[in-house]
């Protein structure tokens, strides 16, 4: 038995202090090349675009998270996920759920294809899945639960009938970081993160993650990753570093405010609809029970007009009307225009992505505060809607 989470948040199990004088925050090593002792002798490092000890520390911390072999870094999570995909050539076939982040849908449709890479979208039940598996299908990528809508899928499901068919299961883990939910420990062959969101937590740094528990894919990606050029920075690499840090207490506290949200906004009539998978009502809810430690802070909720949906984001204050989760802030986004506004129109009415749909990152502020918030917002929204109706 390794230690707990939040102790693995704060300290490597095997951390080398020697060199760096007990520093207790890892350095930061701002350099792009080392300099080699002699012919054929080497630090250890040479050229920070393969490695830099920052980022290796960082990468370290993240497979230790994942419990996986090996994690790699990248500037971005789309620049994580750009690389994945230069593990497939052209006249390979992909199944991947119809909910996803809406940078990952535009990556599959408008690069991955162009590459000859085939793309199958469909809602990954294992039938759904089993049924659509064929000769040149190499992988299965999903996200659990999904965004926005906070479907749940059957992790361990899935890496059976991967495991069956000789396929990877990939699994982007962002929306409840290791925290809360371990893939590849139920069997997922490669994970991925968008450390911009929990990992780094402060809504201040981009970054991207590529976790595995397999030898051979790290080795693949390791020669990506050394090949074209996307790894993470060192500065930016100490900045999730730190983020890290405090991820157990922040994904605790933003869980625990996103409880009473949901709580209040179901109390609301204008609320027709609150999705989160922390509900037992939520279909999700026993698999999630299963297969993640905590239900996470993302909550969707529908409210009963379009323009009930733009008042709300014209009013807010302390929560702001931004992009991005995971961070401190409480943010709220607008799916229709925002995260998802290149998500073709048909496959956005399939998951249920309307006008009215609004969708929350629950921060680390005071619950009451953000409570407050709301029945401010609410209260000035109703106002507005009465007086454009007698005018
Ligand atoms: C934000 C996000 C990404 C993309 O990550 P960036 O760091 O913004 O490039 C991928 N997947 C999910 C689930 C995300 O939320």
Same mark, same amino acid.
Request: with cysteine; proline share 4%.
């Given at each position: +038995?390794?230690?707990?989470?939040?102790?693995?948040?704060?300290?490597?199990? !095997?951390?080398?202090?020697?060199?760096?004088?007990?520093?207790?925050?890892?350095?930061? $090593?701002?350099?792009?090349?080392?300099?080699?002792?002699?012919?054929?002798?080497?630090? &250890?490092?040479?050229?920070?675009?393969?490695?830099?000890?920052?980022?290796? #520390?960082?990468?370290? +911390?993240?497979?230790?998270?994942?419990?996986?072999?090996?994690?790699?870094?990248?500037?971005? &999570?789309?620049?994580?996920?750009?690389?994945?995909?230069?593990?497939?050539?052209?006249?390979?076939?992909?199944?991947?759920?119809?909910?996803?982040?809406?940078?990952?849908?535009?990556? $599959?449709?408008?690069?991955?294809?162009?590459?000859?890479?085939?793309?199958?979208?469909?809602?990954?039940?294992?039938?759904?899945?089993?049924?659509?598996?064929?000769?040149?299908?190499?992988?299965?990528?999903?996200?659990?639960?999904?965004?926005?809508?906070?479907?749940?899928?059957?992790?361990?499901?899935?890496?059976?009938?991967?495991?069956?068919?000789?396929?990877?299961?990939?699994?982007?883990?962002?929306?409840?970081?290791?925290?809360?939910?371990?893939?590849?420990? %139920?069997?997922?062959?490669?994970?991925?993160?968008?450390?911009? !969101?929990?990992?780094? &937590? #402060?809504?201040?740094?981009?970054?991207?993650?590529?976790?595995?528990?397999?030898?051979?894919?790290?080795?693949?990606?390791?020669?990506?990753?050394?090949?074209?050029?996307?790894?993470?920075?060192?500065?930016?690499?100490?900045?999730?570093?730190?983020?890290?840090?405090?991820? *157990?207490? =922040?994904?605790?506290?933003?869980?625990?405010?996103?409880?009473?949200?949901? @709580?209040? %906004?179901?109390?609301?009539?204008?609320?027709?609809?609150?999705?989160?998978?922390?509900?037992?009502? @939520?279909?999700?809810?026993?698999?999630? =029970?299963?297969?993640?430690?905590?239900?996470?802070?993302?909550?969707?909720?529908?409210?009963?007009? !379009?323009?009930?949906?733009?008042?709300?984001?014209?009013?807010? =204050?302390?929560?702001?009307?931004?992009?991005?989760?995971?961070?401190?802030?409480?943010?709220?986004?607008?799916?229709?225009?925002?995260?998802?506004?290149?998500?073709?129109?048909?496959?956005?009415?399939?998951?249920?992505?309307?006008?009215?749909? %609004?969708?929350?990152?629950?921060?680390?502020?005071? *619950?009451?505060?953000?409570?407050?918030?709301?029945?401010?917002?609410?209260?000035?929204? =109703?106002?507005?809607?009465?007086?454009?109706?007698?005018?």
């Amino acid at each position: +038995m390794g230690v707990d989470v939040l102790t693995k948040c704060i300290h490597l199990e !095997k951390e080398s202090r020697e060199n760096f004088y007990g520093a207790v925050s890892f350095p930061i $090593f701002q350099t792009a090349t080392f300099a080699h002792p002699s012919v054929g002798n080497s630090t &250890g490092y040479d050229y920070s675009r393969l490695q830099n000890p920052t980022r290796e #520390h960082l990468e370290k +911390m993240v497979a230790a998270l994942e419990n996986g072999v090996d994690a790699l870094a990248f500037s971005s &999570g789309m620049a994580a996920i750009t690389s994945l995909m230069e593990l497939f050539r052209p006249g390979d076939h992909l199944i991947a759920d119809t909910d996803l982040y809406g940078g990952t849908v535009r990556l $599959f449709d408008n690069i991955s294809e162009k590459n000859g890479i085939e793309v199958t979208k469909i809602d990954c039940s294992p039938e759904n899945v089993r049924k659509c598996i064929k000769d040149n299908t190499k992988a299965i990528y999903i996200e659990t639960p999904t965004n926005p809508m906070m479907n749940v899928i059957d992790i361990t499901a899935l890496s059976e009938i991967a495991k069956s068919r000789g396929i990877w299961l990939i699994v982007d883990n962002t929306f409840l970081s290791p925290y809360f939910q371990n893939p590849l420990d %139920l069997g997922a062959d490669i994970v991925v993160h968008s450390g911009t !969101k929990y990992l780094g &937590g #402060h809504n201040d740094t981009l970054a991207g993650f590529l976790v595995t528990s397999d030898v051979s894919i790290s080795e693949k990606l390791r020669f990506i990753i050394k090949t074209t050029g996307a790894g993470l920075a060192p500065f930016d690499s100490w900045l999730i570093l730190r983020g890290i840090k405090t991820l *157990g207490v =922040r994904m605790e506290k933003a869980q625990e405010n996103a409880f009473e949200i949901v @709580h209040w %906004l179901k109390e609301q009539e204008e609320v027709l609809k609150v999705i989160y998978p922390g509900l037992e009502t @939520h279909p999700g809810y026993e698999v999630m =029970r299963k297969q993640s430690r905590g239900f996470g802070a993302m909550i969707t909720f529908e409210v009963t007009s !379009k323009e009930f949906a733009l008042g709300i984001l014209k009013n807010v =204050r302390l929560i702001q009307f931004a992009e991005s989760l995971g961070g401190v802030e409480t943010l709220i986004t607008y799916p229709v225009t925002q995260t998802h506004a290149d998500v073709p129109k048909k496959l956005l009415d399939k998951n249920g992505i309307n006008e009215r749909v %609004l969708r929350l990152s629950v921060g680390i502020e005071a *619950g009451r505060d953000l409570i407050a918030e709301f029945e401010r917002v609410f209260e000035k929204v =109703r106002e507005e809607l009465l007086d454009r109706e007698e005018s």
